[in-house]
Every structure is written in structure tokens, then in C-alpha cells.
């Protein structure tokens, strides 16, 4: 196909003015050309066709709904609204101005940004080791799969229900702490603003941490068996293997891994929602980005505010996402989720 | 369960000569127990908490059903909110899981076996929204919904969770598509099939394990949403299930049997499909994530 890239834009200067095929703006050359030539063009404009009826509906859906509300949130951010009737109040940057001087906003902030570098720090390591320990040749793998990504697989409606009514001060947890012998260490696990923190990263390390696994044993499965059984030959041990093989051949996995947990943990919304509620979650201190923008957007009938701080969200997510690509991925841009943009 | 097996043979004279390590180290097996019964006991909680009364939960809050009580459980296998939420269910996660199929294997088709200028940029398009998942744009997604009249209505929800399937199905499929070997692309093209054809003989048949894993994917992930239908659908009459716990479980605040009854027939039907399916899903991802 490369070869016709030249003639591509002379037959879009010769057509200019003629009829356009299609949606995708294909061109049906009219000058005497040589048989040949003029048949690679007709197939080249059916070669269009084809792309605009194949990929039209995927991106006109695409765009309609995840690329234009987020310009919808651009426009209305900046005015004050309330969902309804047509926005007039411009306000320009102060809904901006309210979110970044709002104490509410930076505490929800510090929230996300903890269970973003806790995620990393308490979920990776563990994933990696249990996928190392998984991967050797034990009976009953597959069921070992299918029980440890139960967690990951049921709805966040369902966890937080569960949780929740476990965790209550009269709740299973602390009735099983009693009965082990350990009843000093029962505590109001939700309630109290010191724990509530932790007690939600310990649900999320809980919910995802399957879905790491997973990816991970996915991973070292690529990894051909051929590389380790000659570091076996050469008399390398176990972990020597684990450090020297596996570890960097994992590398990629990990990297991704760590792109979709940072990208999770921004937007976490459900779990908090639904264990503390969008007023309790405040006082327990586990509101997040998305639990403000709910309270402070549609709860609170202000649109425009709402949309100011989706706008806000939506930026941090790009910034993270952008440094993320360009310092961690940038060395697996050939492979993996990057692998089709050549 | 039998591809573990079915893998063993073809190494089995390997593992006779080690033949002491195939139970493996006790210790990996005293981890992995650990692990799953920290995975597992929450949401047994909930399935046997369900066939408890509430004097017993109130009584011994972590014991074990005594006796075994089942009429939380039939009481709401008898229900009609909870089979016309399940409908509810079924009907957005099976519309959501063939609209995403059908785009993706469309759109990916383009972006694995076509050659074209904006294709890098269509790519990168797709990828980029692996960013923005569904709360980030709930807000302004909300006020799209509403004007377009779909508030209330499943078709409200389907047709967002279909255009925020796209990208994962797009990172996984191409991959799948383009490993297509282009011989059999030109033996279709010297017997005559149009690329088209190609696409619907060849292409949908090769590619389906891909398929299935994102199929899969789309259906659990449809069938768990919660903050678009949270959003979008206001009338109990047209609550999926997410929604549907969450309103028994404040309706029913003081009968906690019930509400773990609710939970645990809520989450069956994700589970069974993805025990089924499992393999599916890790061969899907290990296509996706290799680097």
C-alpha cells in the first residue's frame, strides 16, 4: 500500500470539484488515466468506503458519548447552572477558583492521591509474588484462578453491601476478632475518621488485587519456557531466575498494570458511595474526586459546578496519563496497549 | 481445568524425571489457601448469611447458618422486583455486549488490516479513552442523556455503555485481527472474496476467541455498572440489579438475611459466567498484554 501513498494526493488534487464517494471522502478520478491506474483508484475508493462504513458508527458513538460531554463539562464549567434551561450566568473562572480554594476539594484530593501511591505499594508487590508462587506447576491452577478473581469479578454494589454490614462495630469482623482471642483490636471500623482510610484501601487491595494477579500470570505465561530452562542449566537458582528473568521480562505487565491502578484510583466513585454514603463519607474521611463532584454537582442541583470539577478531574487524569506515558510506557510503545499506533 | 491437564501430557516424560516436584513446595499451597480464603470468606458471608435468620446474624454474627434457613432465598427467587430488575439486567447486558461486539470487531477490523493515514490517529483516539473511564464524564454524560430524552429509560444506559466499551474491546481485538497471517488474506483475494467477504468468512471465525474474551468482558462489565444506571434510570420499574441491592438493602435496613439473601443471588449470575468462561478471559488478556 505504501507505494500508492504518493499518487494518493495527486488523485485527491485531480478530483477536486468532483463528486466525493462515500463519507469518508474517497475520490473518483474523472481524467483519461491508463486502465490500470484508474481501476487501483476505483478500488482505492472502495478501500474507503469500506473504512467510513466499518469504522463510521464505532466513532460517531465514540465521540457523541465520551468525547462530547467532556466538552459539554468544558462549557458548562464555566458558567453557573442548574441543569435546566439554557446556561446565562457566566461566571468565567471562579467555579475553578471555588474548587482549588475549597479545603473540602484538597482533602478529597490528599484521599485520591493515597489510595493511588497505597494501590501501587500494597497491591503490586503482593500481586507479583502470589502470580510468581501461582505460576510453578501446582495442582488445581485453574481453580485457584477462578476463586481469586472473585473478588475482582463481583460488582462494587455487592463488595460494599458485604463489607459493610461485616465490618459494623456489631458486625462479623469484630465478632471474629473475638473469638480468635483478639477483641482488643476490635474497632468501629467505618465510622472512625482515624480507620475509615485504611479500611477502604484494605477493600479496594482486597477487590483489585485479583485482577493484578491475573494480569501478572498472563504475562509470565509470554515468557518462553525456553529462558528458564536455561538458566536452569547454567545453575541458576530459583530466585535468581525470579530477579534476573523473570522480573524484567514481567517489566511491561507491571508498567500496565500500574497505568489502569493510578487511572482506577482516580475515578474511584462506587465503593466509597455506597459503603459511607455521599454525607457520611465526609465526616469518615473517605470521600474522594468523584464523591465531591457527585455531592457538589447533581446532589447539589449545581450543574455548572459539577461540570467544573468533572473538567478538573478529567485534566488530572490527562496530566498523570500523559507523565505516566512518557516516563514509565515510554519503553513498551512497541508492544502491548500502544501496539497499534505505528 | 482440562487444559492444565491437556498440558501436562505432551511434558510428561519431563515430569516423571522430576516427578517430586509436580505436587510442588507445601509452602505454595499453604499461600495460595491463605490468599483464596481471605478472597473467599466475605463473599461467603453473604451466601450463607443468606440462610440464616436475623436473631442468628444478631446473636453470632460470624457463625454458621444453625439451622439452615431458606426462606430469604425463596422469598426472593419469588419476588417480582427481583426477577423484573434481573430482566432489566439481562436486557442492558446483552444489548450493551452485541453492540460492543459488533462496533469493535468493525472498527478494529479497519485499524488491524487497512492501510490509511488517520489510522494512527484513530488508534490513539480509542487508546486515549482507556483514561476516561464512565465517572469521570458522568456529569456531562448526564446532562447529554437528558437531552437527548433517553432519562429513565435502558436505552440511556446501553447505548453510553457501548461507546465506553469501545476502547478495551479495540486494545484487545486488533491485536487478534492483525495476527491473521496475510497468505490467507491474499488465497481469499485470489479466489475471489472481496475484502468484505474476507472479513466475514475468515476474519469473525479466526478472531473469535478475542471475541468471546471481549464479549465477556462487556457483559460482566455491563451487568456490575452502577454509576450510570445510578444516574440515568429513576423509576424502581426500570432498576437493574446494582441498583436494585442497593435500594433493598436501605429498604430493608433491620432484615439483614434478606438483604445478604438479595446480594448473594444478585452477584450468581457474573459469577457462573465467568467461572465458565475464565479461560477465556486469561487467554484474552495474555494476547493483550504481551509485550
Not at chain 1, 310 to 336: K, N
Not at chain 2, 121 to 132: C, E, Q, R, T
Request: aromatic letters at 12%.
Amino acid at each position: 500500500m505504501s507505494e500508492t501513498l504518493g499518487t494518493d494526493t495527486a488523485a485527491g488534487r485531480q478530483s477536486q470539484g468532483t463528486a466525493r464517494v462515500g463519507g469518508a471522502g474517497g475520490s473518483a478520478a474523472t481524467s483519461p488515466a491508463s486502465p490500470r491506474a484508474a481501476a487501483r483508484r476505483r478500488g482505492r475508493a472502495r478501500m474507503r468506503l469500506e473504512i467510513a462504513v466499518l469504522s463510521g458508527p464505532a466513532i460517531i458513538m465514540f465521540l457523541a458519548f465520551v468525547i462530547f460531554p467532556v466538552a459539554v463539562a468544558a462549557y458548562y464549567g464555566f458558567y453557573r447552572w442548574h441543569g435546566y434551561g439554557a446556561a446565562t450566568d457566566w461566571v468565567g473562572l471562579n467555579n475553578y477558583k471555588l474548587i482549588f480554594t475549597d479545603p473540602a476539594f484538597q482533602q478529597v484530593l490528599w484521599h485520591n492521591l493515597l489510595i493511588v501511591v497505597l494501590s501501587l505499594l500494597v497491591q503490586g508487590p503482593f500481586a507479583i509474588v502470589l502470580a510468581l508462587l501461582l505460576n510453578q506447576k501446582i495442582r488445581g491452577r485453574s481453580i485457584i484462578r477462578v476463586l481469586i478473581f472473585v473478588p475482582y469479578v463481583i460488582s462494587e454494589v455487592i463488595v460494599g453491601t458485604g463489607w459493610s454490614l461485616m465490618l459494623q462495630a456489631n458486625g462479623a469482623f469484630n465478632d471474629l476478632l473475638g473469638h480468635l482471642g483478639l477483641g482488643f483490636l476490635q474497632a468501629d471500623w467505618l465510622a472512625d475518621p482515624k480507620l475509615a482510610i485504611w479500611t477502604l484501601i484494605a477493600i479496594i487491595s482486597w477487590k483489585y488485587i485479583g485482577f493484578a494477579v491475573i494480569l501478572m500470570l498472563a504475562g509470565l505465561q509470554s515468557i518462553p519456557d525456553e529462558l528458564f530452562e536455561a538458566a536452569a542449566i547454567d545453575g541458576a537458582s530459583y530466585w535468581q531466575i525470579q530477579r534476573r528473568i523473570t522480573l524484567p521480562l514481567l517489566g511491561p505487565t507491571i508498567r500496565i498494570w500500574g497505568f489502569l491502578s493510578i487511572i482506577g484510583s482516580l475515578q474511584l466513585f462506587d465503593l466509597v458511595y455506597i459503603i459511607w454514603g455521599q454525607y457520611i463519607s465526609g465526616t469518615a474521611g473517605t470521600s474522594t474526586m468523584a464523591i465531591y463532584m457527585v455531592a457538589q454537582g447533581r446532589d447539589a442541583g449545581n450543574y455548572g459546578y459539577g461540570s467544573a470539577v468533572a473538567v478538573v478531574m478529567f485534566l488530572i487524569s490527562l496530566i498523570v496519563a500523559l507523565i505516566y506515558q512518557r516516563f514509565v510506557l515510554r519503553r513498551d510503545l512497541r508492544g502491548a496497549v500502544t501496539e497499534g499506533a505505528i | 481445568m482440562s487444559a492444565t491437564t491437556a498440558n501436562r501430557w505432551p511434558s510428561n516424560r519431563r515430569d516423571r524425571r522430576d516427578a517430586p516436584q509436580k505436587w510442588g513446595n507445601p509452602f505454595t499451597y499453604f499461600i495460595a489457601l491463605l490468599f483464596i480464603a481471605v478472597c473467599i470468606a466475605p463473599v461467603l458471608y453473604i451466601v450463607l448469611g443468606g440462610f440464616r435468620t436475623n436473631s442468628q446474624i444478631t446473636t453470632s454474627p460470624a457463625g454458621l447458618p444453625h439451622p439452615w434457613v431458606i426462606s430469604n432465598y425463596s422469598g426472593i427467587l419469588t419476588s417480582v422486583t427481583f426477577w423484573g430488575e434481573f430482566a432489566n439486567s439481562a436486557v442492558v447486558g446483552l444489548a450493551s455486549t452485541i453492540g460492543i461486539v459488533v462496533l469493535g470487531v468493525m472498527v478494529s477490523f479497519v485499524l488491524a488490516r487497512y492501510d490509511f493515514k488517520l489510522k494512527g490517529a484513530m488508534y490513539s483516539l480509542f487508546a486515549a479513552g482507556l483514561m476516561f473511564p464512565l465517572v469521570i464524564a458522568i456529569t456531562p454524560l448526564y446532562i447529554v442523556i437528558k437531552d437527548l430524552g433517553l432519562i429513565d429509560n435502558l436505552a440511556g444506559v446501553i447505548i453510553p455503555q457501548i461507546a465506553f466499551g469501545l476502547p478495551t474491546t479495540v486494545i484487545i481485538l486488533v491485536p487478534f485481527l492483525r495476527a491473521i497471517p496475510k497468505e490467507i488474506e491474499e488465497a481469499a483475494a485470489i479466489d475471489g472474496t472481496s475484502r468484505l467477504g474476507f472479513f466475514f468468512r475468515m476474519v469473525i471465525p479466526l478472531s473469535l476467541p478475542g471475541v468471546v474474551t471481549v464479549g465477556i468482558l462487556a457483559f460482566i462489565g455491563s451487568w456490575n455498572n452502577y454509576v450510570l444506571p445510578l444516574y440515568v434510570l429513576n423509576s424502581q420499574a426500570n432498576f437493574t440489579l446494582p441498583l436494585g441491592v442497593q435500594a433493598f438493602s436501605s429498604q430493608y435496613s433491620t432484615d439483614t438475611a434478606k438483604v445478604l439473601a438479595f446480594t448473594s443471588l444478585a452477584m450468581m449470575p457474573a459469577l457462573v459466567f465467568f467461572s465458565i468462561f475464565q479461560k477465556r478471559i486469561v487467554g484474552g488478556l495474555t494476547g493483550a498484554v504481551k509485550g
